[in-house]
């Protein structure tokens, strides 16, 4: 079935330092892949997304390039802020599932000045 | 613009008592409903989702139970809570198709 990897947290990083979230899948077709963050206490928002190979999702400074050679989709922020500390997960969507995701485990970021 | 609404935000409830939570959609027309649970510092467990009106879909054997009375609602329950029910509670939605879903706000259940 399909499954989603993504890197252990929690990643500590300096207020404006690079940041990447590594995310690989498993899949059969071709699925859509998706980032959502998570603000402490909130539900999840969809962050970013890219429904077929070499698409390059990106939403407020975050990116992602849907690599199907790779079967990759790392999330990156040339420089975090503070307000970017979340739980960031990585999703993907096949064809004729109704929908359903399958969520990586996410990844808590923890900015700091 | 089509919004998703979940309710109470926050609820304590003694083991063994009965559970409803309530989710809402506004602005589409014959979603896919879905309802997760987020365990604390867990990832996300799909509980049920949902079609349409009347067809419910479990994911997970469990303590809780789904329906759907209205196309645009989707109701979480249970009859006797347990300990292990507690947890953060999202309700989703998703239009037909390769669309991503969209979340709510959760329900905070704690169980004493």
């Known amino acids: 079935g399909d499954s989603v990897t993504q890197m252990e947290g929690p990643v500590t990083l300096s207020e404006e330092a690079f940041l990447t979230i590594n995310c690989t899948y498993t899949a059969t077709g071709y699925p859509s892949l998706f980032w959502y963050v998570q603000y402490p206490g909130e539900g999840l928002q969809l962050l970013l997304k890219a429904t077929k190979a070499d698409d390059k999702g990106s939403n407020k400074g975050f990116e992602a390039t849907y690599r199907k050679e790779t079967t990759s989709f790392h999330l990156e922020k040339g420089s975090v802020q503070v307000s970017d500390s979340a739980v960031y997960f990585c999703a993907l969507l096949n064809t004729g599932t109704a929908s359903k995701l399958t969520f990586g485990t996410g990844t808590r970021l923890q900015v700091t000045l | 613009s089509q919004t998703i609404h979940q309710w109470p935000a926050t609820l304590v409830q003694p083991v063994g008592s009965p559970l409803s939570l309530e989710c809402t959609v506004e602005?589409?027309?014959?979603?896919?409903l879905y309802w997760y649970r987020q365990a604390a510092g867990r990832g996300l467990q799909l509980l049920f989702y949902?079609?349409?009106?009347?067809?419910i879909s479990s994911e997970v054997p469990q303590n809780l139970s789904a329906s759907r009375p209205q196309d645009r609602q989707f109701i979480l329950s249970s009859k006797k809570l347990l300990l292990s029910d507690s947890g953060f509670y999202l309700c989703?939605?998703?239009?037909?198709?390769?669309?991503?879903?969209?979340f709510g706000d959760g329900t905070r259940l704690s169980i004493l």
């Open positions: 602005g589409t027309s014959n979603p896919n």
């Open positions: 989703a939605w998703a239009d037909d198709g390769n669309q991503p879903q969209h």
């Open positions: 949902s079609v349409g009106i009347g067809q």
